[in-house]
C-alpha cells in the first residue's frame, strides 16, 4: 500500500491560508447512508456514566489530579447490573485515541464494545480520559482560555496522565499490578511512559496495542501530509489548525474535505466530522444506526500541538520528543534535536493488533516499531482486509474480529 506523497500545498500569507492541489492519496468514499444517519439518537446526548447506566452496568466516576495540576476524569466500570458479585476483579486501563474520549469504548452497547466484553468477564474497568478532551477540561489554576492550558502534547499525556491514572487505579483497588490497552495515541502515550519513566513497566501485566503508533513514517493519511509541511513552522501550524486548542478554521476544514472525500460523499456528515477527515473511513464496517450516536461524542478535544507533534515525527521518521527548534531544544534537551524514545526500555510484555487498510498506523511502521521493542509477545493481524482505524472503536464486528483476541490473550496472562 504505497500512496504517492502527492499532495502540493502552496501555503499563502504566513500559513494561515493553504491551497491544496490534489493527486493520489486515500480517500472517503460516499457511503450508503439511509434516512438513519438523520435519526435522533438520544446517545448522542448523554455522557459516559449516563450510557453506562442506562445499558445495566455499574459506573462510577472518580477524579484524579496529574502532578501538574490537571484534573482529569476517570470512568469505571464495576460489572453489569445482573452480576453483583464477580469473584475476581484484575483491573484494567481502557485509553482513547487523538481527539477522542472514554466514550469511545461503550459506544456500540453491551455484547458489542470492548468496556462491556472486559466487565461482563469478570474486569475491573476503568476507562481514562486525556487533558484537554471533554472530560478533562479542568486544572488547578488555569482555565481552558489560557494558552498555558494547551502547551501539552501527547508527550504530557504519557508523562503525567498515564501515571497519575495508573496509580490512582492501584491506591484504589485490591490489584498489584493491571492490564492496559488502548488505540492509536493511547499506544504512543503509553510508550513514551514506559520509555521515560521505566518504572511503570512494573504495573503492567500487559499491554493491548489497538492500532499502534509509534513511528509514523509511511502514515498514509493526508491531513498529516498536508501538516507535515507547516511543521518546521509551528505558529503556522497552530494557526491552521486553531491556536492552542484544536479547532480547525473553516476555511482549512472546507479544504481538507474538498482534498479527502470523493466529490459524492461532500455532502455526508462524516465529512463535516474532521475526527473522520483525519483518521480515514471507506470499510465495510461502519454502522449507519450507531454513526448519529458517535458523532456526538467525536471530535472530543486535543490541542494542536498532540498534531504537531505527530507531523514532525512524519517528516522526521523518528519517534521523538517535541521539536521546539533550535535554541528552544538546546534549553531543554541539552541538544539542538529532539532525544528520541528509548523504546527499548519498554520492558512491559505488548501484544500488537493491526490491520492493513489504516491510514495512521502503518504495517511498515509497525514493523519497525516491533524491532524496537524488547518484550513483543504477539503481532496479531486483524483477518479483515477492510478492516480500518476506526474500527477498532466501533467497527459491526470488532467484538468478533478483534476484541474476543484481546480478550483471549489476557486470559493467557491472568494464568501465570
Ligand atoms: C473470572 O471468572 C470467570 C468465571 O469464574 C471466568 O470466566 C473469567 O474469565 C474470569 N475473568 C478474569 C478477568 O479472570
Ligand atoms: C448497529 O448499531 C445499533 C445501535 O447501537 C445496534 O442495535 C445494532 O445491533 C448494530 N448492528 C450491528 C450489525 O452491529
Redesign the pocket.
Known sequence: MIFQFGIVCLALSLGTDAFFVEEDHPRISKFDLSENVFRYNE?ANLNARELISKYGYRGETHKVTTQDGYILELHRITGPNSNPNPENKTAILLMHGLLSSSVDWII??PK?ALAYMLADKGYDVWMGNARGNHYSRSHKRLSVLDKQFWQFSWHEIGVYDLPAMIDYILDNTESQKIFYAAHSQGTTAFFVMCSTMPKYNDKIIAMSALAPVAYVGHMTSPFFQILTRFAPMIEAGMNLLGMYEFQPTEKFMKNLKALICDPEAWSQPICENVMFLVAGFGSDQM????LP?ILGHVPAGSSTKQFIHYSQMVKSRKFRQFDHGLIENYRRYGRFTPPDYELFKVTAPVVLHYCVNDWLSSVKDIEILAQQLPNVHSRIKVPHPPFAHLDYLWG??ANELLYEKVLDIMSLFSQK
Do not use: V, Y
Open positions: 446517545d456500540s452497547g458489542k454502522n449507519r444506526t450507531l450516536a459491526k464486528h
